[in-house]
């Protein structure tokens, strides 16, 4: 299905132990892909270094996108197939960049290839060492709503669809091993360090989404039926969890759940001064998909405002305010929850006055918000990226060269450079990969 | 019609408040501050209005009196706009409202004139005594205490007493007069019956007398046992320093023939008693709120305007001078004693004609005032219904 066997493996075998590719792309979301593809159509080599299992990054996890609801699996897996069988790139998976140095026009470049404990080129993905596998354990890829084995596929559309064994819960009771049919299970695996030579880079490592504990009053992680968006997310996707939306305490079809815009986002008291500019829209997308989901269901969402600034966000917004989704004006708080896993929501009702409210609700979807990722400076060794002030990278020439960082063949694509939707992030990857060919023709 | 002024927030900056302007009214404040209720709530509204300008709507709010600055506000404002600081600086500056001879004003927004009004009452004290003082006499009383009442004749100190406690009452109901007059009696919204002045007013003793509010005061948010520990720390604390200072007031204006004798009582006499009752709690209670102060150890102890400093500076002054005086007169050192006599006054008297009308120690006539007026509204709107 995937290549069965990597250039890398190949040149390895062959005794060369350093490659050259024109570009490195440095993570495997729909940035990292559009700029690799643009480039690898041009006819450069791209290596791409992706820190998971698969590529695809955040999108594959996503159900719809707005406003057109158009499916997100259904856009992203032409493009991650695209990318993984195309001739000119080379993916490692579950690896990360250790170290980049420039040397006069070239990057000699460090990689980690941490072991999955399964030969690559061997696996079918025929998940027979998943079913034999005895450990089961939270599902990272479904936001912890199910459970998984130790010895797994990570997600049914994963690229390369390769399994993969979660040493950390794994018991070494050799059951996978036993029943794989290409005998791939390697426990005997090592972290192995490729170098590769680069004649540029392209960050493309998106975001991290903000993690809902370190707001306490909100009660993530204490009150069950607080959810944070990814996890509604997966419970509104085709393939969903549960078939159904069903808050997690008790497994209850819930009458009516609140959302609570601009968790994480706005706020300085976390650290994070900025909106993340995909809250309100995927707050409001969703409501519009629970509303298929639950028919008599009532969605309530708590803003500061609504920022539906892109083509058709505004009309998508009132289209869902007729819908029925209620809006109200206020932030939230402070949760608190009942004995029956309900959850009380405390606001000021702004637009009636402005006196203190409560409010019950049977479920609470945190819209969480995007974070940048503050390891990749580290990666350069002897040259320094500088981040801006709200610690994503620096665009040096933001209006004329969007692409472009503090460093001469360092080039910034999507999230990497500040929160923005899908359709922001693939023109910003076209054009950092623009810009990157243009580098290397001049080069 | 309510006229705003935008150049309002530099005048209020000089009161404490800091970027009020950066307050996008979300709402966070209001929900999660413990005392604000379907009846009164705060601080949002008085952020806008502070933002506006809005004067004459500041001016005729009970608000600001009904916080009592636990600062999670502060601690939630995802603009860090200060919602807090913000509520402690209209405190300032509407006792500076409610001061119709603007020295208040004064106090608050200048150093030299505090400072000054501070060594010139000073001043006037010290030549009072040189005028009017008896001779430092040096022989003992037969208990060998100091013979304080023939250099400082109580009757005398009693009657320069009731004059500085006349001017005070003067000053300070004249405010409260003027307070009722703006938040009451302008506020046309409602008509208060004449019998909610009698059947609310129990609130007004209760709330002076407990300062209840400080126990409840930020008990929203809940991170345990530890918190709750805090906000009742705050008010034991804070009630055992009000009611020290307010039972020394009472004995020096009240009763100071009583309380400033030569003889020596015993260890277990009233008199005695209720004098180190008062010191200890001054003294707990100041450096309780000094070390806070100075180690910005919660929100509300963060930001210090300097009249917070003179009123802690000049009562530990007072509190350290007083107990000296009477430890010096018990132990029979006569110019010991005679000298920090003149110092205790040197700084009472400033002390009280500066903060009792002036400053922050109106606090404690407008807090339940303002509690007290608030009831008697809510009430009449009540029947109004």
């Not at chain 1, 992680?221 to 996890?231: D, E, L, P």
């Not at chain 2, 703006?182 to 007398?209: C, G, M, N, Q």
Request: one cysteine or more.
């Amino acid at each position: 299905m995937e290549p069965t066997t990597t250039n890398i493996e190949k040149q390895t075998a062959a005794g060369v132990d350093v490659t050259t590719y024109d570009a490195l792309v440095i993570g495997g979301g729909i940035g990292g892909e559009e700029a690799a593809l643009n480039l690898a159509n041009m006819g450069y080599s791209v290596i791409m270094v992706e820190k998971d299992y698969s590529i695809g990054g955040k999108m594959v996890h996503l159900s719809k996108v707005f406003p057109t609801l158009d499916c997100s699996a259904c856009i992203t897996t032409p493009k991650m197939s695209e990318t993984i069988r195309h001739p000119n790139i080379e993916i490692l998976t579950y690896s990360e960049v250790r170290g980049i140095e420039k040397d006069g026009k070239i990057f000699n470049t460090s990689i980690v290839k941490k072991p999955r404990y399964v030969i690559e080129a061997d696996c079918t993905g025929c998940q027979l060492c998943e079913q034999a596998c005895p450990v089961v354990v939270q599902d990272q890829y479904q936001y912890d709503l199910v459970g998984r084995k130790a010895a797994y596929i990570p997600f049914s559309v994963a690229a390369p669809r390769v399994a993969a064994i979660d040493i950390e819960n794994c018991t070494l009771c050799g059951a996978c091993e036993r029943v794989c049919p290409p005998n791939c299970i390697d426990f005997t695996m090592k972290e192995e360090v490729i170098d590769v030579i680069v004649k540029s880079v392209i960050i493309a490592s998106g975001f991290e989404l903000f993690d809902a504990k370190k707001i306490p009053q909100y009660g993530f992680g204490k009150y069950k039926n607080v959810i944070h968006a990814m996890q509604m997310e997966r419970q509104l996707v085709p393939t969903r969890p549960y078939n159904t939306v069903l808050r997690p305490k008790d497994g209850k079809m819930p009458d009516n759940i609140a959302y609570v815009l601009c968790t994480g986002s706005r706020d300085k008291t976390i650290g994070n001064p900025i909106c993340s500019q995909v809250c309100c829209m995927y707050s409001i997308k969703q409501a519009q998909l629970i509303m298929g989901a639950l028919p008599m269901a009532d969605v309530t969402i708590y803003y500061m405002d609504i920022r539906a600034y892109g083509k058709g966000f505004h009309e998508f917004y009132i289209q869902t305010k007729n819908m029925g989704v209620e809006f109200v004006k206020g932030k939230i708080a402070k949760i608190d929850e009942k004995d029956d896993g309900d959850l009380v929501l405390h606001y000021e009702d702004i637009e009636n006055g402005g006196a203190p409210k409560t409010a019950t609700y049977d479920m609470v979807v945190l819209a969480v918000g995007v974070l940048p990722q503050n390891n990749i400076p580290e990666l350069f060794k002897n040259e320094v990226l500088e981040l801006d002030e709200f610690n994503y990278v620096k665009q040096t020439d933001k209006l004329v060269n969007p692409g472009m960082t503090t460093i001469d063949g360092v080039f910034v694509a999507g999230t990497s450079s500040g929160p923005m939707d899908i359709p922001d992030t693939i023109l910003s990857a076209g054009s950092a990969s623009a810009e990157t060919a243009s580098y290397l023709r001049r080069l | 019609m309510s006229k705003i002024n935008p150049e309002f927030a530099d005048t209020l900056a000089k009161y404490g408040a800091f970027d009020i302007t950066a307050c996008f009214n979300c709402g966070t404040c209001t929900s999660i501050c413990s005392l604000s209720d379907e009846d009164n709530f705060f601080p949002r509204k008085m952020i806008r209005a502070s933002v506006l300008g809005q004067t004459d709507k500041i001016d005729s709010s009970l608000e600001p009196w009904l916080c009592y600055y636990c600062g999670e506000c502060s601690t939630s404002c995802p603009r860090e706009a200060n919602p807090g600081e913000l509520m402690m600086s209209l405190r300032r500056y509407l006792t500076a409202r409610y001061d119709w001879t603007g020295l208040s004003a004064k106090f608050y927004t200048s150093k030299l004139w505090e400072l000054g009004a501070i060594i010139l009452l000073a001043l006037f004290v010290l030549v009072m005594f040189i005028l009017f003082a008896g001779p430092m006499d040096t022989t003992l009383t037969d208990q060998g205490g100091v013979k304080l009442n023939t250099f400082a004749p109580a009757k005398v100190v009693h009657i320069a007493d009731w004059l500085m406690a006349a001017s005070l009452v003067f000053f300070l109901t004249g405010n409260v007069f003027r307070m009722y007059w703006r938040t009451i009696v302008k506020d046309e919204s409602v008509k208060i019956p004449f019998k909610l002045y009698f059947t609310e007013a129990w609130k007004f003793v209760f709330h002076f007398a407990t300062q209840w509010q400080f126990s409840k005061c930020g008990d929203k948010i809940d991170d345990g046992e530890k918190k709750k520990e805090k906000t009742s720390t705050y008010w034991i604390i804070h009630l055992f320093l009000m009611t020290g200072y307010v039972l020394l007031l009472i004995m020096i204006v009240g009763f100071l023939n009583w309380f400033q004798t030569e003889e020596i009582h015993p260890w277990w006499h009233p008199q005695r008693l209720l004098g180190y009752y008062a010191t200890t709690g001054l003294f707990v209670g100041l450096i309780y709120f000094t070390v806070q102060r100075i180690k910005k150890s919660s929100e509300k102890a963060k930001f210090t305007h300097y009249t917070d400093w003179t009123f802690l500076v000049l009562l530990f002054l007072t509190t350290l001078t007083g107990i000296m005086v009477h430890i010096f007169r018990i132990t029979g050192l006569p110019y010991a004693t005679y000298y920090i006599y003149v110092i205790h006054l040197m700084v009472l008297f400033p002390m009280l004609m500066i903060e009792v009308p002036f400053s922050k120690w109106s606090h404690l006539a407008y807090r339940p005032f303002a509690i007290y007026f608030s009831n008697v509204k809510i009430a009449a709107k009540k029947i109004k219904k």
